[in-house]
Structure formats: C-alpha cells, structure tokens
C-alpha cells in the first residue's frame, strides 16, 4: 500500500481570493506569494495520487489562525473524503488554543476527519510547550486523532515559512503529549537524528517522521542515517503535494532496498494510523 501523509488542498474560492485573505492572515501571504507556492483542489490531488498509483493521501486545508477559515476548510476536507472515501484521509486544522477548539474538533471528527493537522506553530501564533495546559491533549486523546505538527530545521537557507521555533520547544511538547501519536513534518526539523540519545528515544516512542519537501532539504543519504540510528520504521512518505510532486522523490528513495520502500512509501503508516 502507497500513502503520501502529507497532501495540501486548497477550497477553488480561496485559491481565486488568497490575496484578500492573506491580509489577516500573515503566516498564509508568507507561504502563498513565494514563488514556490501552488494551490491543488482535492480533485486535483486525486488525479495525481492515481496517476500515480497511490492508494492514499492524507489531505488538509491552510492551518489559518481564524477559526472561521479553519471551519470552512475543514467542511472543503469533508466534502473531499465524501468524494473519494478510498482515496482521501481527511485531517482537520484548528487553532489549537480557541475556546471553542473542542467543538470544532467534535464536529470536524464527525465529519468524518481523522486526524488533526498540518498545525504551524508559530504560523498560527500557537506557543506549544505550554500547550498542555490548554484541553487540546484531552481533546485528541478523546478521539484518538493522531497530530501532524510542522517542524522545520533552524539551520541552513532560509525559505519563507521557516520558523524560529527550537527543537527544545518541540521536544518539550512531545514530553507532554507522549499518549498522542505525533508525526512531526520535513524530517522533524532535524530532530530525528536526536533518536541517538536514549532520553529522547524513549519520550519520542510515538513520534515519526514525515519527508515532505525533503527534496530540497537533506542529501538523500538522510534515509541510510535513519537506516543507521534503528527508525526506518517511524519514517512516513510525504510530498508537501502541490509543492511537490510524488515522482521528485524517487531518486532519494533509490537508496532504500524494495523492502524499505515499501515501508516508508506506506506501510509504516498503514501500522500506525486510523483509516
Ligand atoms: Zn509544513
């Protein structure tokens, strides 16, 4: 089974007005005006995924800090996973610390969205080593929502979306969530290689790892590392579609035997996530 975790898709109506609302929305004009940037509607991520033979994606809407805009593209998600119930895995994004979060985490759920994410920490103004404090754990624990959290190294180029947010702010959050299943985004920001201490191996024992915009980020040796440290097995395939395509990937995965890619194209997710 092939599963790409981490697929972006975008309601026609804010892709035709994403300069209207990036006006409110700061983090979301950073991303949307880089040259990079590209919008997919479901049905176009559809399209893609069975093009090329994928039999899931994992889909979501923008992580705004509106509750308003994360409702509406949540109803989009919902409306996508109805489209293509075999297909699509629908995520809900929400701003974590809202008082209304449990409502909207209780109806998106119902909706049908089995997962919450991709969240921006610092994108959606969401300070998370204190997060704890708030009902957001309770709140996914309660529905057994596994979380997709951005992370993104704080070394190297920068890019537009490329957060300040430390790797000890990460780690903290994870210390305080270790009930959640947690995939953190584009390698963790670089947090997978800290497997190696034993501390963190064991706090991070429902953490993975998505490689989504990996492509532009690490050598591909980053999987005979990950081979190496004993995670292959917590390493998910994500593109970061429409950012980039699924076939930019396959020559970082030639490193992997057919075995291993097998498991990182989709059968480690399939192990850990609710469909
Ligand atoms: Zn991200």
């Known amino acids: 089974m092939k599963i790409d975790v981490h697929v972006h898709i975008t309601p026609p109506d804010i892709i035709r007005n994403y300069k209207k609302i990036g006006e409110k929305e700061p983090y979301f004009r950073l991303l949307s005006e880089t040259p990079h940037n590209r919008f997919a509607t479901y049905e176009q991520v ?19 800090q509106d509750m308003g805009l994360c409702r509406y593209v949540n109803d989009y998600t919902m409306e996508a996973i109805r489209q293509y119930p075999d297909l699509l895995i629908g995520y809900m994004v929400v701003p974590a610390r809202h008082k209304d979060l449990e409502k909207e985490v209780e109806r998106a759920y119902l909706g049908g969205l089995r997962g919450v994410g991709e969240l921006f920490p610092e994108g959606q103004n969401m300070e998370i080593a204190t997060l704890h404090e708030t009902a957001f754990k309770d709140c996914l624990l309660h529905y057994q929502l596994p979380l997709l959290l951005h992370t993104n190294e704080t070394v190297g180029h920068y890019y537009p979306g490329k957060t300040k947010v430390a790797m000890h702010e990460v780690e903290t959050f994870i210390r305080h969530h270790q009930e959640l299943t947690i995939i953190l985004a584009h390698f963790g920001g670089g947090l997978l290689f800290f497997e190696l201490m034993k501390e963190l191996r064991a706090a991070f024992a429902n953490v993975y790892y998505d490689t989504a915009a990996g492509v532009f980020l690490y050598d591909k040796e980053i999987y005979n590392v990950a081979r190496e440290i004993g995670i292959l097995n917590k390493i998910l395939f994500g593109t970061d579609y429409p950012l980039l395509p699924i076939s930019r990937y396959d020559e970082s995965l ?3 035997s057919d075995k291993e890619r097998a498991m990182v194209m989709g059968e480690n997710a399939k192990k850990i996530l609710r469909f």
Do not use: C, T, Y
């Not at 559809?46 to 705004?64: R, S, T, W």
């Open 46 to 64: 559809a399209e893609h995924l069975q093009e090329n033979h994928f039999d899931k994606g994992i889909v979501f809407g923008f992580g705004f």
């Open 254 to 256: 030639s490193v992997l």
